[in-house]
């Protein structure tokens, strides 16, 4: 599959361990060999753990030089059969140095007044036209969801996302899966102003221009108060 990484069962990678080390000696188990605090065996877990713990500089571009331009990337949007250029490039360094590079394709059907991009766990959400994808940071792979109207914005808690689209909320766990939407709280943007003691509290417009309404949704169901 393009875009995946190549591992080598037998590469040993020599990584300083952040605390808390027996947390990720046990995490392991059998997979570790020798000093398991200073050799790790499976690159594909190193990968995940700095993903994870890392903060991630991300950036929006049109045009990409060395090294990215040298990446294999991960694809969102409408990919053409032909690949061709893509109508915008996000560019993730991580705190550690890991690169990843994800090309964004539009589509002349879709609406793309906003986009965003997140990390969340060891996966990175991604607002771009009527969907949200995640790419999950250690294989590349790619789930997308269809938000059914133009994705509006992103907003990260401690264990999920919350995205907007111009109709509804939306709540995916940190891989990728939906938890849970809203019934439509708006019909041309949605917005969040606050997440607080479990409930979201945000404004939809139902008469554009101008025509926004408040709401509240519980954090842990999707239910309006």
């Not at 990678?13 to 997979?31: F, I, K």
């Not at 993903?51 to 991300?58: C, G, K, L």
């Not at 994800?102 to 969340?120: G, I, P, R």
Request: glycine fraction near 10%; charge should be negative; aromatic fraction near 10%.
């Amino acid at each position: 599959m393009g875009g995946m990484l190549k591992r080598s069962a037998s590469m040993e990678v020599r990584l300083s361990m952040p605390a808390p080390r027996a947390w990720a000696c046990r995490a392991l188990g059998p997979n570790w060999r020798g000093d398991c605090c200073d050799t790790l065996l499976r690159r594909e877990f190193l990968f995940e753990v700095q993903w994870h713990m890392s903060t991630a500089e991300i950036e929006w571009r049109s045009v990409i030089d060395a090294p990215w331009i040298e990446m294999s990337p991960a694809r969102i949007g409408a990919i053409p059969s032909g690949l061709g250029t893509p109508d915008q490039y996000i560019l993730i360094t991580g705190s550690d140095g890991q690169r990843l590079r994800v090309d964004a394709y539009a589509s002349s059907e879709e609406l793309f007044t906003f986009n965003d991009a997140k990390m969340v766990g060891g996966h990175l959400g991604v607002g771009w036209g009527h969907s949200v994808y995640f790419i999950n940071c250690t294989t590349r792979e790619v789930t997308s969801h269809a938000l059914a109207a133009y994705f509006h914005e992103m907003r990260a808690t401690s264990d999920s996302l919350l995205v907007t689209s111009g109709e509804r909320v939306f709540r995916f766990a940190t891989d990728g899966s939906l938890l849970w939407r809203t019934d439509p709280v708006g019909v041309d943007g949605v917005i969040i102003d606050t997440v607080e003691n479990s409930v979201i509290q945000g404004q939809g417009e139902w008469d554009p221009p101008g025509g926004w309404k408040r709401f509240q949704v519980h954090l842990d169901s999707g239910q309006l108060v």
